[in-house]
């Protein structure tokens, strides 16, 4: 059912509030209405299970005002 989906990990860079992490949870479901994400705002990382790609997951995050790059491990 969901054999498509990913699981990613980001770094996300410039997150400073509880309003940013809703912004970045925001601009992924605009990518991905279905994607489960979970932020760590302290740890400037968000673990996302998705369809979409990293790439356009990155950019999302780019147009939302933070500097996003997919992390391994």
């Known amino acids: 059912m969901d054999e498509t989906r990913a ?3 980001m770094r996300v860079e410039g997150m400073t509030c509880d ?3 809703a912004a970045v949870t925001r601009a992924v479901k605009r990518i991905d209405p279905a994607a489960d994400v979970q932020v760590d ?10 369809d979409a ?7 999302a995050l780019t147009q939302a005002g933070y500097t ?3 992390m391994t491990g």
Request: charged share 25%; aromatic share 0%.
């Open 41 to 50: 705002r302290d740890g400037a990382r968000v673990a996302i299970r998705t």
């Open 19 to 21: 309003g940013c992490a």
């Open 7 to 9: 699981d990613l990990l």
């Open 53 to 59: 790609q990293a790439l356009t997951i990155a950019e």
């Open 68 to 70: 996003a790059t997919a």
